[in-house]
Antibody, heavy 122, light 107 residues
Framework: EVQLVESGGGLVQPGGSLKLSCAAS????????MTWIRQAPGKGLEWVAN????????YYVDSVKGRFTISRDNAKNSLYLQMNTLRAEDTAVFYC???????????????WGQGTLVTVSS | DIQMTQSPSSLSASVGDRVTITCRAS??????LNWYQQKPGKAPKLLIY???TLQSGVPSRFSGGGSGTDFTLSISRLQPEDFATYYC?????????FGPGTKVDIK
């Protein structure tokens, strides 16, 4: 059974830092792109960042570029999101998500963790 | 970035109704369009990928259609467990943007 379990969320002051972790199990982690998606309270879904299987390619939404860093450790089956210079508008539930690719069918987000809440407030 | 819009933003329907949600992209996404269902307090769930392919385990009352910039999600006979918020998402171009969601609730 595929499982994605996020941790590391919490309350942080504006300008502070936080590192999210995601422990993956039940599939060959190193074979998949991975993604962070966030959802502000009462709002919709926002794609945050992607990372390739070997970590050689990373993509970010403009609003987090230069502040957030996605990374992975395939030996530990883990995904990370280092978040620096946090702002109130970063307050959200952050989901760790597996991205699956199929020829001619594109990419989709097939397994989601339960999410971890990050609150940026003084 | 490709902007995604959905209509309506919410709808009220009864069990057994047929409902259709529309999703529009600001430029073509070819057939790289996915749909997700989210229930309150839960993570989203993949329903349909590549416009019309049902994810494993998704009931056949769900269907998707469209191409290019205009897409639909239909539920043929609404069931109690279908009351949720539905999001479209394009995977044509990074960032993989989502629509704002359509909330389906009980009339």
């Amino acid at each position: 059974e595929v499982q994605l379990v996020e941790s590391g969320g919490g309350l942080v002051q504006p300008g502070g830092s936080l590192k999210l972790s995601c422990a993956a199990s039940g599939f060959t982690f190193k074979s998949y792109w991975m993604t962070w998606i966030r959802q502000a309270p009462g709002k919709g879904l926002e794609w945050v960042a992607n990372i390739k299987q070997d970590g050689s390619e990373k993509y970010y939404v403009d609003s987090v570029k230069g502040r957030f860093t996605i990374s992975r450790d395939n030996a530990k089956n883990s995904l990370y999101l280092q978040m620096n210079t946090l702002r109130a508008e970063d307050t959200a539930v952050f989901y760790c998500v597996r991205l699956v690719s199929a020829p001619h069918l594109g990419d989709s987000l097939d397994y989601w963790g339960q999410g971890t809440l990050v609150t940026v407030s003084s | 970035d490709i902007q995604m819009t959905q209509s309506p933003s919410s709808l009220s329907a009864s069990v057994g109704d047929r409902v259709t949600i529309t999703c529009r992209a600001s430029r073509t996404v070819s057939s790289y369009l996915n749909w997700y269902q989210q229930k309150p307090g839960k993570a989203p769930k993949l329903l349909i990928y590549a416009v019309s392919t049902l994810q494993s385990g998704v009931p056949s009352r769900f269907s998707g259609g469209g191409s290019g910039t205009d897409f639909t999600l239909s539920i043929s006979r609404l069931q109690p467990e279908d009351f949720a918020t539905y999001y479209c998402q394009q995977s044509s171009t990074v960032p993989f943007t989502f629509g704002p969601g359509t909330k389906v609730d009980i009339k």
